[in-house]
């Protein structure tokens, strides 16, 4: 399995960002599947999660209110909406899927077993 994650660039503080996580291999319709977001010198922290039937979605709440989490089976891609960008929200946006065994969303990274390359978010102010 292979996450390609896409669409980060620079943007003004107040902007906003569509970000793509196109997976490839297998289907992952049954895989619960998240962003996580690292900037320098600080751990991977959770973003959003979505579950694999896209029922249920959780998201960390600095990003509450400005970011969703979306997907499409029939496409094998996750999307996050970010709006009203801020520089905190700036770091390496990392997508990642859980096993096709595991439906239910996670908010640990250690539960996911692939991951994307990472796509740069740079929020200036």
């Known amino acids: 399995v292979q996450l390609q994650a896409s669409g980060g660039g620079l943007v003004q503080a107040g902007g906003s960002l569509r970000l793509s996580c196109a997976a490839s291999g297998r289907t992952l319709s049954n895989s619960a599947m998240s962003w996580f977001r690292q900037a320098p010198g600080k751990e991977r922290d959770f973003v959003a999660a979505?579950?694999?039937?896209?029922?249920?979605?959780s998201y960390a709440d600095s990003v509450k209110g400005r970011f969703t989490i979306s997907r499409d089976n029939v496409k094998n891609t996750v999307w996050l909406q970010s709006n009203s960008l801020k520089p905190e929200d700036s770091a390496v946006y990392y997508c990642?899927?859980?096993?096709?065994?595991?439906?239910?969303?996670?908010?640990?990274?250690?539960?996911?077993?692939?991951w994307g390359q990472g796509t740069q978010v740079t929020v200036s102010s």
């Open positions: 979505i579950s694999g039937s896209a029922g249920s979605t």
């Open positions: 990642a899927a859980r096993s096709p065994l595991y439906s239910r969303l996670s908010l640990k990274p250690h539960d996911y077993v692939y």
